[in-house]
């Protein structure tokens, strides 16, 4: 499997963007699937993960009810919707997907994943 990302970009603080990541090869429907951010000088931390089933889902503390993350099998796509964008929202943001047997898990260590996006710059200034 292959993740390309787009969407990110430079924003103000309240504003919203929505990232892409786009797979190639394998059908999306057996992967469990994640977002992880890593800023400068810190390490990559989990953002919001989304089930194989699509039926549950899990989100760092500081972007619950700002992040939905949702995806599309049908299309190869998964997204990581971001509004009330915060400065402290400023990173490099990772798509991930891991391959699982168990429909309703949320992955949120990102040494669970198998692949990963090539990763893309948000930037939301004050």
């Known amino acids: 499997v292959q993740l390309v990302q787009s969407g990110g970009g430079l924003v103000q603080a309240g504003d919203s963007l929505e990232l892409s990541c786009a797979a190639s090869g394998r059908a999306l429907g057996t992967y469990a699937m994640g977002w992880f951010r890593q800023a400068p000088g810190k390490e990559r931390e989990f953002v919001a993960g989304?089930?194989?089933?699509?039926?549950?889902?899990d989100y760092a503390h500081s972007v619950k009810g700002r992040f939905t993350i949702s995806r599309d099998n049908a299309k190869k796509m998964m997204y990581l919707q971001m509004n009330s964008l915060k400065p402290e929202d400023t990173a490099v943001y990772y798509c991930a997907v891991k391959f699982t047997y168990y429909s309703g898990s949320v992955a949120v260590s990102g040494g669970e994943y198998d692949y990963w996006g090539q990763g893309t710059q948000v930037t939301v200034s004050s």
């Open positions: 989304l089930s194989r089933s699509g039926e549950n889902t």
